[in-house]
């Protein structure tokens, strides 16, 4: 079977993205008409937020002028007509997931959430004292935290599989550090700070060989690229709706059915019992078990309405354009003098970090952003991804579909002109 890198990469080699009509996408996006500093905004932030379509915000809109009501509790009309777009929108995410069953879909506030719950969950459950969980080195601060909080707990250990200077894995010391004591794998599918595609079926397998779960954290991954959590065989993923154009506040984890239901509760409340007395509490079934109060309803809606905006534009028309578009920046932005990427992995999505030579990023940042350019400066949530390239913070612009060669142009000739003004 195809590995997900060759899945990515198999439309960028066969098609050229022709058909795909940006100018026509980018008129969904009310915000991108807008002029920041005078200066039309070209937002290259992606990777912190992507924008909303009108479709998302309308579906928000919908929830609260026609269908406001709880959800599963009620025998009104507006509480079912909530309750079928709530578990609708469920149903979509296993689609989009590709997972096998909507049972194995809990909604949480988002990947970090996702990431705590099995920390908090599976991992109270199963670590104990001396066991170990394996990491990378190019996590977000989401995928690393949570870890050493319920390490430091048990009493275990955590290992860190280290990158080589172009960003990527070393897949041979990732072999090294598994053993009978690893308890989990957690890795990013997509670096944020990097743009590095790691090979997580290739992990996955190196992984269940040992009988070691993996968690994949999707945050990056699911606005540029097909998931299938099932060819990928994974037992855990996390992806935050505010990244795929949906609204923030919501997002889904992914678990195997068999794992879910072994794991205990996360939080406790309405809505995650089946009965409930002072002498004995009887939790409900997966996945409201982990779904503890009054959900994330109107985001729900929103989410639910993100999945189909992308499911028409296709995710492999986006990673096709988002491919070229991605190599046409690079090209652009490498050529400038003093410039020095930060992450040439040889499988990358659309994130090109950097830093230009005497200019401190914050600078580069506040000047791109006088000419309406925003980019994101700083550690991006991943400090030792900066101590790796010895370097205290990069200059962070990321794509999506609706970015323009003509952005990229702007972006090239800002850089320019911090250096004229630094020089
Ligand atoms: C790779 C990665 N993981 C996790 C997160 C955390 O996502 P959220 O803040 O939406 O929970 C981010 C956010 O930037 C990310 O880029």
Redo the contacts with the bound molecule.
């Keep these: 079977m195809a590995t997900t890198q060759e899945t990515i990469q198999a439309p960028v080699r066969e098609t050229t993205p022709l058909a795909f009509d940006v100018k026509r996408l980018r008129e969904d996006f009310p915000i991108l008409k807008q002029k920041v500093h005078g200066k039309p905004l070209i937002y290259l932030d992606n990777?912190?937020t992507s924008q909303k379509p009108a479709q998302v915000i309308e579906a928000i809109l919908r929830f609260y002028t026609h269908d406001c009501s709880n959800v599963h509790r009620g025998v009104h009309l507006l509480s079912e007509r909530a309750t079928e777009t709530y578990e609708g929108t469920r149903t979509k995410i296993q689609r989009f997931l590709n997972a096998s069953d909507s049972r194995e879909i809990v909604f949480v506030?988002?990947?970090?959430?996702g990431?705590n719950l099995v920390a908090q969950t599976y991992g109270r459950q199963n670590f104990k004292l001396g066991d170990e969980v394996v990491i990378t080195g190019m996590?977000?601060h989401?995928?690393i935290v949570p870890w050493q909080i319920i390490c430091a707990e048990k009493g275990a250990f955590l290992h860190v599989v280290p990158i080589n200077d172009r960003g990527e894995l070393m897949l041979e010391e990732f072999e090294k550090l598994l053993n009978v004591r690893t308890r989990l794998v957690a890795v990013?599918h997509?670096?944020?700070a990097l743009g590095t595609i790691n090979p997580v079926r290739r992990i996955v397998e190196m992984a269940h060989a040992r009988g070691v779960p993996v968690l994949v954290?999707g945050?990056?991954a699911v606005p540029h690229m097909k998931v299938d959590v099932q060819e990928l065989g994974c037992d855990f993923y996390a992806f935050?709706g505010?990244?795929v154009f949906g609204p923030t506040g919501i997002?889904a984890l992914y678990g195997k059915a068999e794992l879910l239901e072994a794991m205990p509760p996360f939080q406790g409340g309405g809505d995650m019992i089946s009965s409930v007395t002072f002498e004995k509490t009887i939790y409900n079934v997966i996945p409201y078990k982990f779904e503890a109060g009054t959900p994330n309803i109107a985001d729900v809606y929103g989410l639910g309405a993100a999945l189909d905006y992308v499911g028409r534009i296709g995710l492999a028309n986006i990673a096709s354009y988002e491919h070229a578009l991605l190599s046409y920046a690079t090209e652009a932005i490498q050529q400038i003098p003093g410039v020095r990427i930060i992450g040439t992995a040889r499988e990358k999505a659309g994130v090109i970090s950097f830093v230009l030579e005497g200019v401190h990023a914050h600078d580069v940042g506040t000047v791109l952003d006088r000419e309406g350019i925003a980019v994101r400066t700083g550690h991006?949530?991943a400090q030792p991804v900066m101590d790796r390239f010895g370097v205290p913070a990069t200059v962070r612009a990321s794509l999506a579909f609706y970015n323009t060669k003509q952005e990229i142009n702007a972006l090239a000739a800002g850089i320019q002109r911090v250096k004229a003004l630094f020089g």
């Excluded at 506030?109 to 959430?113: A, C, D, F, N």
């Design positions: 990777a912190a506030r988002g990947t970090t959430e990431i996590e977000h989401s995928n990013a997509v670096s944020n954290d945050a990056q935050s505010h990244k997002g991006h949530c």
